[in-house]
C-alpha cells in the first residue's frame, strides 16, 4: 500500500527519498511525488507523476537544477496507491496547503474528511485534488500559529480515521515533523540526519537503529535533534530496536523476480522458523514469545484464529493442528468478519492474529476488538516490531526474513510450521503423548528438506506450467489439509497471472462448479498419500469425465496416480500435517511459471498492496 519517506540532513534529500521510495515500490502504487525545501528560497518544490517511479526520476531530473551540490536537504516522499480518486498527478502526494507553505504525505484514511473539506472551503479553502488528505495540508495551515509541532498536532486532533504523516513547510528549512495513528511510521536514528519511513525497507540501508513509533505520537526532527512527543507536547521515551535485516536480504540477489527468491529461501526461512523451538527429547517445543506456563495453555478452551488472504489459509492449516492435537474447538474467521459480526469471545478463548506484515489494517481491527473483549491475544507475524506484534505484545515471529513479492510464499509455510509448534505446546499441557509429540517434532525438523525437494523440481514445475500458461480458467480442489492448500494455490494463480482461478473443497465441486468443466478448464487436484486421496481420486475421475485436464500433486512413488490425471506434479512423502508445506511450494513454483510465461508484472501485480492497511 502507499509508502512514505521523509528526511531531513545535509544530504541530498531528493536522492534519498527517491531512493527510499523504491526500496517500498513492492507495497504497491500508482503514482509517486516528492516535496523538497531548497535551503535559502523560503519555497517548496514538489514534483508529481502518475505511474512509476522512473516518471517521477525523470519528472526530478528535468524540473531541479543540476548541481553539484545537495537541492535540498529537506524533503518527504509517497508513493500512492488510490484510495479517494483516481492515480493522476493531482491526487498524488505531497499535498499542498492553500498558501504552499506546508506539504504533507499521508497514509490512511480520514473518516470525517468530506465534512472537514465542506467546512474548510467554506473558510475560503479551494481544493486542487480528490484525495481525503489535502484536508490535512489545509488544516494545518489554519492551525499555524508559528509553531509547525503544534500546529500538526492540533490539525491531526480533528481527524477521525487512520494517518501516518509527515510534514515539511517553507517556514522550518531545518524541520520535519511526523504523526502516527493507525498507519505505521518508522524512524531510522542516524547521526547528523534523520530519516522517516512508512517501512524499514526504506531505512535499512542508512542504519540500522530504528524507533516505531506509536499511535499518538509525533516526531520532531531536525538534522541534529529528534524528539517524540504526545500530541498535548508530553515527552514520549523510545528507545531505538536493532533491525537485523542486512541488504542482501531485501535485494533480489541475482533472481529474475522477488517471488521466485522467496520460494527459494523456504528451505532457510523454515530452518529459521523452527530453530532453537523443537525440543525433541521432551516431544514438545519451546516458545518463550507466547509468554504462557503450562497451567495457562491448558486452560484455553477455545481458539480463534483471525487473518486475511493467504493468512487466512494457513489458519484454515492451523485451525486442524489445534483441534488435532490440541483437542481445542478452533474457529478461523476472515479478520474484517471477526469484527463486523460482533462475536462471541468466551473468558479463555485465545484469539490468534496471523499476520505476514503485522499491519493488516482487518486483522488489527480483529486484535483490537478481541482485546477489549478480554481474550489472550497471541500475534503470529514475521515483521518484527509491526503494529500487531506490539498491540498484542506476546506471540511467535517466523523469522522468515523479509518478503518483498506482494505474493506471500515464504511466510504460508513459516505459519504453518509456527502454527504447527503452538498447537504442539499446547497439546502437551493435555493429551498429546510425549511419544506422538516427538513423532511430530522430528518431521518439523525435516520441513526445511521437503521444501528443498519440491524446488529441485523447479524445472519439471516450469515445463508443466508453460503446458497450462494459455488456459484462462482454472479449478483447485482438495480435502481436510488439502482444502486450504487448493484455496491457496487458486489465490497465488489469479494474483500473479490474472487467469481466473477457484480454489473448492473437492467435495463442493459436485454441487455446482462441475457445470462449469470443460477441456479448456484444468482442474488442479492435491492428493498426496494423506487421508483424503481415495476420495479425492474419484473427484479427478468426475473431471476427466467432463474432459477437464487433470494435473494431480501427488506423493513421489504413487504409480497409481499417474492413471488418472493428465500430469503430475511430485511432492516427497511426509506426515499429513506438514503436507501442506511441499505441495504448496509446488503450487507457488507452478503459479510462478504460468505468470512468467504469461509476461505479467510478478513482484507488483496490478490493483495489489503488499500490506493492506485500510478496512
Ligand atoms: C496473497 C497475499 C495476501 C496477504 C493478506 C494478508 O499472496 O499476500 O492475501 O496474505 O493481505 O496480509 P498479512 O499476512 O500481511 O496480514
Redesign the pocket.
Known amino acids: 500500500m502507499c509508502g512514505i519517506v521523509g528526511y531531513v540532513g545535509n544530504r541530498d534529500a531528493a536522492n534519498i527519498i527517491i531512493s527510499g521510495l523504491r526500496r517500498l515500490e513492492y507495497r504497491g502504487y500508482d503514482s509517486a511525488g516528492v516535496a523538497l525545501s531548497p535551503e535559502g528560497e523560503n519555497t517548496l518544490k514538489v514534483v508529481k507523476r502518475a505511474g512509476k517511479i522512473v516518471n517521477l526520476e525523470a519528472g526530478v531530473q528535468k524540473e531541479l537544477p543540476t548541481s553539484e551540490e545537495p537541492y535540498a536537504g529537506l524533503g518527504i516522499g509517497h508513493t500512492r496507491w488510490a484510495t479517494h480518486g483516481q492515480p493522476t498527478e493531482e491526487n498524488a502526494h505531497p499535498h499542498l496547503s492553500q498558501n504552499g507553505q506546508f506539504a504533507v504525505v499521508h497514509n490512511g484514511i480520514i473518516d470525517n474528511y468530506a465534512g472537514l473539506k465542506e467546512k474548510l472551503i467554506a473558510d475560503g479553502y479551494t481544493f486542487k485534488s480528490e484525495t481525503d488528505t489535502e484536508v490535512i495540508a489545509h488544516l494545518i495551515e489554519a492551525c499555524y500559529d508559528g509553531d509547525l509541532r503544534g500546529a500538526v498536532a492540533r490539525a491531526v486532533e480533528t481527524l477521525e480515521g487512520t494517518y501516518g504523516i509527515c510534514v515539511i513547510s517553507s517556514l522550518h528549512p531545518k524541520l520535519m515533523i511526523a504523526a502516527r495513528k493507525g498507519s505505521p511510521i518508522v524512524i531510522g536514528v542516524c547521526k547528523g540526519e534523520t530519516i522517516v519511513a512508512s517501512d524499514v525497507s526504506a531505512i535499512v540501508s542508512h542504519t540500522d537503529q530504528v524507533i516505531f513509533m506509536d499511535d499518538g505520537d509525533i516526531l520532531t526532527a531536525t538534522p541534529d535533534t529528534l524528539d517524540i512527543t504526545s500530541l498535548k507536547n508530553v515527552p514520549v521515551s523510545r528507545p531505538p530496536t536493532t533491525i537485523d535485516w542486512d541488504l542482501g536480504e531485501i535485494e533480489k540477489g541475482g533472481y529474475e523476480h522477488f517471488m521466485l527468491k522467496e520460494i527459494y529461501e523456504q528451505p532457510v526461512a523454515l530452518a529459521n522458523a523452527t530453530r532453537g523451538r523443537l525440543v525433541p527429547k521432551e516431544g514438545s517445543v519451546k516458545l518463550s514469545g507466547m509468554q504462557m506456563d503450562a497451567y495457562e495453555m491448558a486452560r484455553i478452551d477455545r481458539v480463534s484464529i483471525a ?8 489458519g484454515m492449516v492451523g485451525k486442524n493442528f489445534f483441534e488435532e492435537f490440541a483437542s481445542i474447538p478452533t474457529e478461523i474467521q476472515q ?1 474484517a468478519e471477526f469484527r463486523d459480526r460482533n462475536p462471541i469471545v468466551l473468558r479463555d478463548t485465545c484469539m490468534l492474529a ?7 489494517a ?2 488489527l481491527a480483529a486484535v483490537r476488538e478481541a482485546t477489549r473483549k478480554g481474550a489472550t491475544v497471541l500475534g503470529v ?3 518484527v516490531g509491526s503494529t ?1 506484534a506490539r498491540e498484542t505484545g506476546r506471540g511467535v515471529y517466523l523469522h522468515a526474513g523479509p ?1 518483498i ?5 515464504k ?2 509455510t513459516c ?1 504453518v510450521s509456527v502454527m504447527a509448534m503452538m498447537a504442539i505446546a499446547m497439546g502437551r499441557t493435555r493429551r498429546l503423548s510425549e511419544h506422538a509429540g516427538q513423532a511430530m517434532v522430528e518431521e518439523l525438523a525435516r520441513i526445511p528438506e521437503l521444501a528443498q525437494r519440491v524446488i529441485d523440481r523447479n524445472d519439471e514445475i516450469k515445463a508443466m506450467a508453460e503446458k497450462y500458461a494459455s488456459k484462462n480458467d482454472f479449478f483447485y480442489i482438495g480435502r481436510g489439509y488439502m482444502f486450504p492448500a487448493a484455496l ?1 494455490g487458486a ?2 494463480l489469479k ?2 497471472s490474472y487467469i481466473h482461478a477457484e480454489g473448492y473443497h473437492a467435495a463442493e465441486l459436485k454441487h455446482g462448479p462441475i457445470a462449469l468443466l470443460c477441456d479448456d478448464v484444468p482442474v488442479v487436484a492435491a492428493a498426496p498419500m494423506i487421508p483424503g486421496r481415495e476420495k479425492t481420486i474419484a473427484n479427478m475421475q468426475e473431471c476427466r469425465a467432463r474432459k477437464s485436464p487433470v494435473v494431480a500433486i501427488a506423493t513421489e512413488g504413487d504409480s497409481e496416480i499417474k492413471t488418472h490425471a493428465d500430469d503430475v506434479i511430485w511432492v516427497p512423502d511426509c506426515m499429513e500435517f506438514v503436507s501442506p508445506i511441499p505441495v504448496v511450494v509446488a503450487e507457488q513454483l507452478f503459479a510462478y511459471h504460468v505468470a512468467r510465461a504469461r509476461g505479467c508484472e510478478i513482484d507488483q501485480p496490478r490493483n ?5 492497511t485500510v478496512e
Open positions: 487473518a486475511c488472504g493467504t493468512s487466512l489459509y494457513a479478520a496471523i499476520s505476514q506484515s503485522g499491519e493488516t482487518d486483522t507475524c514475521n515483521v500487531i518478503e513479492g506482494v505474493a506471500s510464499t511466510a504460508f505459519q491457496e489465490l497465488k494474483e500473479i495489489l498492496a503488499k500490506s493492506v
